[in-house]
């Protein structure tokens, strides 16, 4: 069975500051990894995803993640945060081949202090 | 892109009445399309799978009576709230994946917000 971690369910950070949410996996399968960021009131946005190849993956908004297989992590970063990027993300894996069934991860709750 | 929308955006009923959520994949066909539920502050729970043409798989605890899911074609998945009650309140989002695409993703709808007074 898959499942999602994001042990982090709250992150304050100072505009400006560097960030990282976390995310962990488990699965015994390969599987594709997405990060969702969701605004109030609306569906998700995808920000990024891993596919395949280059373990570093870089979205749109000056995020990026890394692929680490051994530690089953899919790690989200941005080098200096807005206040815009105050959200809820959501990190999802989905198994290849299979379903097309995704499996999300509880969210973090970002919030961007002035 | 690939866009997917949800009609209503947002809709208030009575108890007792039925609501149809719309789920429409713009640009694409979309072979299989996903309902989620979500509560505030919460994740997104699957509440169901839909094939186009057949019916659609409901996740455990989810009561298909309760929740019609109609995949009539590869761009319209519909969502029937029935006899909705005050608990039925939440945001349910659909998504899609498209019948090009190999590599799982889905495209997700803006969401609906469902309030049942």
């Known amino acids: 069975a898959q499942s999602v971690t994001q042990l982090d369910s709250q992150v304050p950070v100072f505009e400006e500051a560097p960030v990282e949410l976390r995310c962990n996996y488990s699965s015994s399968v390969s599987v594709y990894l997405f990060w969702y960021v969701q605004y109030p009131n609306q569906g998700l946005q995808l920000l990024l995803k891993?596919?395949?190849?280059?373990?570093l993956v870089k979205g749109i908004n000056g995020f990026e993640a890394e692929f680490n297989k051994s530690q089953t992590s899919f790690h989200l970063r941005k080098p200096s945060v807005h206040i815009s990027d105050t959200a809820e993300y959501f990190c999802?894996?989905?198994?290849?081949?299979?379903?097309?069934?995704?499996?999300f991860g509880t969210g973090t709750s970002l919030t961007v202090i002035p | 892109g690939a866009v997917v929308s949800q009609h209503p955006s947002r809709v208030i009923c009575k108890s007792g009445t039925s609501v149809k959520i719309e789920c429409r994949s713009l640009d694409f066909q979309a072979t299989t399309m996903f309902w989620y539920r979500q509560f505030p502050k919460k994740s997104l729970m699957l509440m169901a799978t839909s094939n186009e043409g057949s019916k659609a798989t409901y996740e455990q605890g989810v009561e298909k009576d309760k929740f019609l899911i109609n995949h009539a074609s590869l761009t319209l998945s519909t969502l029937t709230v029935t006899s909705a009650h005050p608990e039925d309140s939440s945001f349910y989002i659909c998504?899609?994946?498209?019948?090009?695409?190999?590599?799982?993703?889905?495209?997700f709808g803006p969401g609906t917000r469902l309030t049942v007074l």
């Open positions: 891993y596919l395949s190849g280059s373990t």
């Open positions: 999802a894996v989905s198994v290849k081949d299979t379903g097309n069934q995704f499996y």
């Open positions: 998504s899609a994946h498209s019948r090009d695409s190999l590599r799982g993703e889905q495209f």
